[in-house]
């Protein structure tokens, strides 16, 4: 099994609709990311979160929320999805100051 | 902000054939890893390279920190081995810098 879960791993909505994207973790990182990929844009950050109590806005957090519930536990809430956020996104994790990222299998979501 | 650029953009390589990545940065970094996405997506770690050398197989990275560059070498390339190669360097608190990718097509 992976060590850093994401679900789903496809998903096509409408415009309007209310979708959440779910990371679960078994590396005991405290540290949780959401990042975001486009063609030709690369990976922007989203939101990060350094502890259960910790949430803070990355590049792109607008349209976008977080919540903590665990340590190993952080989901990525689009409250009302349209079509430019459309995106492949990954969850990551990592367990010290020095950075390495772990990441998730990704999360293909299609807004319509 | 720290700029980092990989190059070459895009590569097409013979199966059996070596290459080397580039891997470019504008300022110090606390550490730089090297990923690889493949076809499906999928982001996978290859190394976490701060300095020094490392070798896993038919991959090795060697980053000199004092010259701001990273290198990865592939040697007897596979068509498994396509797909996008990042770098990622780290500069500390919560921000990683991700350069543009080098794209890797390996013909068989």
């Known amino acids: 099994d992976a060590d850093v879960t994401q679900t789903p791993r496809n998903r096509i909505t409408k415009t309007g609709k209310r979708i959440m994207l779910e990371c679960s973790q078994t590396?005991?990182?405290?540290?949780m990311y959401w990042y975001r990929q486009d063609p030709g844009l690369g990976l922007r950050l989203i939101y990060y979160?350094?502890?259960?109590?910790?949430?803070n806005k990355g590049e792109i957090s607008d349209g976008y929320s977080v919540s903590r519930q665990a340590q190993a536990k952080f989901s990525l809430s689009l409250e009302s999805a349209i079509p430019n956020q459309t995106a492949l996104y990954f969850c990551?994790?990592?367990?010290?100051?020095?950075?390495?990222?772990?990441f998730g299998e990704g999360s293909r979501l299609t807004v319509l | 902000g720290i700029q980092v650029e990989q190059s070459p953009p895009d590569l097409i390589l013979q199966e059996g054939a070596n290459s080397t990545l580039r891997c470019n940065f504008s300022?110090?970094?606390?550490?730089l890893q090297w990923f690889h996405q493949n076809p499906w997506g999928q982001l996978i770690n290859l190394f976490y390279?701060?300095?020094g050398t490392k070798q896993n197989g038919r991959l090795s990275a060697t980053t000199v920190a004092t010259e701001r560059y990273s290198l990865l070498y592939i040697s007897s390339s596979q068509t498994t081995d396509s797909g996008v190669y990042f770098c990622?360097?780290?500069?500390?608190?919560?921000?990683?810098?991700f350069g543009a990718g080098t794209r890797l097509f390996v013909k068989a």
């Open positions: 300022d110090s970094v606390n550490n």
């Open positions: 990551a994790t990592s367990g010290t100051a020095q950075g390495e990222l772990f």
């Open positions: 979160s350094f502890d259960v109590k910790d949430i």
């Open positions: 390279i701060p300095s």
């Open positions: 990622a360097v780290w500069t500390g608190g919560f921000k990683t810098i």
């Open positions: 590396k005991g990182h405290d540290r």
